[in-house]
């Protein structure tokens, strides 16, 4: 295969895995399970923790498992049925996952913030920074019960996880990508933050039916 039917075919790669990212789960599960248009309630972002708040903990539950099996099956499926592919290959497709749902196609070109796709993006890539992130996202929700300020930390921790762990130079480089882009996300959250403005998480959305 030549250089060009190599470009041809990232960008293919590329282009299937941000599809698959708009897939606005947070949308589809909010709307069918409760007859809710999250774009209209809440923060009208397009993320679990606007269902949670706006429709109700079974769809929030449902979108999250969305947009967090949409990264997963889809770098599994690269992985497992398509071995030729090089490992920047896949580097690209996860990013593109990523991209495609914070700036969905099937939404206008908005979305949600990544947490939840990131999260299905490191598990595959690298599970043992999946589970300190995992860790660190709880303890900071134990401590401050704040879903944006946990899921920041998240970001700004994960391309220090990964150098911890001794993860190969270009996948640093992708957390990298996508701990900035998860940032720039929650930049209005951060605002809040800083101005002791944030909402917490309200125990009761979990007792919504």
């Not at 295969?1 to 790669?13: H, S």
């Not at 941000?18 to 897939?23: A, C, E, H, N």
């Not at 130079?169 to 930049?187: D, E, N, T, W």
């Given at each position: ?13 590329f282009g ?16 069918m399970?409760k ?6 309630e ?16 079974v ?40 991209l ?15 947490v ?14 999946a ?28 391309p ?8 190969p ?19 209005a ?21």
């Open positions: 295969m030549n250089t060009f039917n190599y470009i041809l075919r990232d960008l293919a790669v299937v895995a941000y599809v698959i990212g708009s897939l606005p789960f947070s949308y589809i599960f909010a709307k399970v007859g809710v248009d999250i774009t209209k809440g923060s009208k972002n397009m993320g679990a923790t606007n269902v949670l708040r706006t429709a109700g903990p769809p929030a539950a449902l979108a999250f498992a969305g947009d967090f099996l949409k990264a997963v099956l889809l770098l599994l499926v690269l992985i497992r049925f398509f071995p030729a592919l090089s490992r920047e290959t896949v580097l690209i497709a996860a990013v593109a996952v990523v495609g749902h914070d700036f969905s196609v099937f939404a206008g070109f908005k979305g949600g913030k990544g939840a796709t990131t999260f299905g993006v490191v598990l595959v890539l690298s599970w043992p920074v589970l300190v992130e995992l860790s660190i996202w709880l303890v900071i929700m134990v401590l401050r019960d704040t879903v944006s300020l946990a899921s920041v930390v998240g970001f700004v921790t994960l220090i996880a990964a150098l911890i762990l001794k993860q130079p270009k996948l640093v480089l992708i957390y990298v990508l996508l701990s900035v882009l998860g940032i720039v996300r929650h930049a959250n951060i605002h809040r933050l800083r101005a002791g403005e944030e909402p917490k998480l309200d125990r009761s959305y979990f007792r919504r039916r």
